[in-house]
């Protein structure tokens, strides 16, 4: 069992920068890919990125390459999603999760694809 808790979120202004962290416990923190999910007000849960087990790959929709990074600090078992440039449409209650694989490559941005999921912290954006 794996327990995900996210934290960072908060409410600034456009063009603002905000760091989310997800700290995981209960598992080989080395044996999971990351995923970044959100949730818009009304909306379905998006793929937002997502990082393999060693953070070598990682990946983005479309929406904010270039804007956010995903990285992860195996030794502390985090994983952080640096938030740069936000805009009105970034605002969503964001949700890290895993997914448990021996495999090295690139991970799923599909949410069926992980297995354990956080509560979720809200970022909003104001203009």
């Known amino acids: 069992q794996v327990q995900l808790v996210e934290s960072g979120g908060g409410l600034v202004q456009a063009g603002g920068s905000l760091r989310l962290a997800c700290a995981a416990s209960g598992g080989t923190f080395s044996w999971v890919m990351v995923g970044w999910f959100r949730q818009p007000p009304g909306k379905e849960r998006e793929f937002v990125a997502a990082?393999?087990?060693?953070?070598?790959?990682?990946e983005y929709t479309d929406s904010v390459k270039g804007r956010f990074t995903i990285s992860r600090d195996n030794a502390k078992n985090l994983v952080y999603l640096q938030m740069n440039s936000l805009n009105p449409e970034d605002t969503a209650v964001y949700y890290c999760?895993?997914?448990?694989?021996?495999?090295?490559?690139?991970?799923?941005?599909?949410?069926?694809?992980?297995?354990?999921w956080g509560q979720g912290t809200q970022v909003t954006i104001s203009s």
């Open positions: 990082v393999s087990r060693t953070g070598s790959f990682t």
């Open positions: 999760a895993v997914r448990r694989d021996p495999f090295i490559g690139r991970p799923p941005k599909a949410a069926r694809e992980y297995e354990y």
